[in-house]
């Protein structure tokens, strides 16, 4: 029964059924539809409507972006134990499933129930309407929720996803503690997410390269920004009032997430997101990524990367590692 699947966000108490609308048993508030799809979320921030927007425009993924879900979702499950079968999965902060179509049309998991969440209608609708195509044995329980509010059972998935989402929430750790009831013992938690190093070293070199160039030039794309944005968070990383309005609001340090994941009781390992070869043009996929054409400023970096990567051309990906998955078991 589908009421048994959910919690009421505001109090923890069991849900009852009435029509198409789940209600809380203590404090009666009602859970209805949003365009086919449960709708949770008590929050209703900001930047729930300004996702709609974003995707507002988009009815479904493109052929590249399935062959992305599918890519990663293949990656993550190799942290997760491989194959999946018989298990509660699922995927917070789905967005458009960029990580969960994959995981609902993987042929290593199956007879799952395969749950997932968002804030924002828009990016469902895209990624329902994708989706509606999968032959599967696996069922897809989608819903709206806001990450601060699980609407789920305490020790209720076998596995949590989750893709580049903990760094955009202020307060990460409290989702972390959400994640750890919401895991049965034994339980897994993956996610991939950015890490201070990585970005401290190219952004950096960047900056050195582009230092005399005006910065509003059309041929620097987004130089000015990401170089400005990049060096305030990784400097103001305990400071979370002043990243509130960012959106994209930390970079993770490893140490760090260590101790906060061990207080919260889970035991944490971490694993390279991106294979080694990539960080032979990490500079360039940088430049590529911020629309930096300048070729003063391209030159530059290209060449401060060189002599880097040619400096410790063996341990060059773990020094700069930009992006990790972050493993985390809760012990039986």
């Not at 590249?64 to 499950?77: H, V």
């Not at 170089?227 to 970079?251: G, P, V």
């Not at 997101?273 to 391209?298: A, H, Q």
């Amino acid at each position: 029964m589908i009421a048994d699947f959910y919690l009421c966000p505001v109090d923890r108490q069991s849900l009852s059924v009435q029509g198409s609308t789940l209600v809380c048993t203590s404090c009666h508030r009602k859970f209805e539809t949003t365009e086919g799809v449960l709708d949770f979320d008590v929050i209703k921030s900001s930047q729930r409507e300004a996702f709609d927007a974003k995707f507002k425009s988009q009815q479904g993924l493109t052929a590249e972006e399935i062959a992305a879900s599918t890519k990663m979702a293949s990656e993550f499950l190799v942290h997760a134990g491989g194959v999946l079968e018989d298990k509660k999965i699922v995927d917070i902060g789905c967005g458009n499933g960029a990580l969960t179509y994959g995981l609902l049309s993987n042929p290593s998991v199956s007879n799952c129930d395969i749950f997932c969440f968002d804030h924002s209608v828009g990016s469902m609708r895209i990624f329902l309407n994708s989706a509606a195509e999968i032959q599967t044995t696996n069922r897809l329980l989608p819903s709206i929720q806001d990450v601060h509010r699980f609407a789920y059972p305490d020790n209720f998935f076998d596995v949590v996803f989750g893709c580049a989402i903990l760094h955009h929430f202020l307060e990460y750790e409290k989702v972390l503690a959400q994640v750890y009831q919401s895991l049965k013992k034994g339980g897994v938690a993956v996610f991939a997410e950015p890490f201070a190093h990585g970005y401290l070293w190219v952004m950096f070199l960047l900056k050195l390269a582009g230092e005399t160039i005006p910065a509003n030039a059309p041929d620097m794309g987004e130089f000015k920004h990401i170089t400005k944005d990049s060096f305030f968070r990784l400097d103001h990383y305990a400071d979370k009032n002043l990243l509130a309005d960012f959106i994209d609001k930390f970079f993770f340090l490893e140490d760090e997430l260590t101790n906060l994941c061990g207080e919260l009781g889970f035991s944490v390992r971490f694993a390279p997101f991106s294979p080694k070869e990539y960080y032979d043009v990490f500079m360039l996929d940088m430049l590529r990524t911020y629309g930096i054409s300048n070729p003063k400023v391209v030159a530059k970096a290209k060449a401060l990367y060189e002599s880097l990567h040619d400096s410790i051309p063996q341990s060059l990906h773990r020094l700069v590692a930009h992006f990790k998955y972050i493993i985390l078991l809760k012990p039986l």
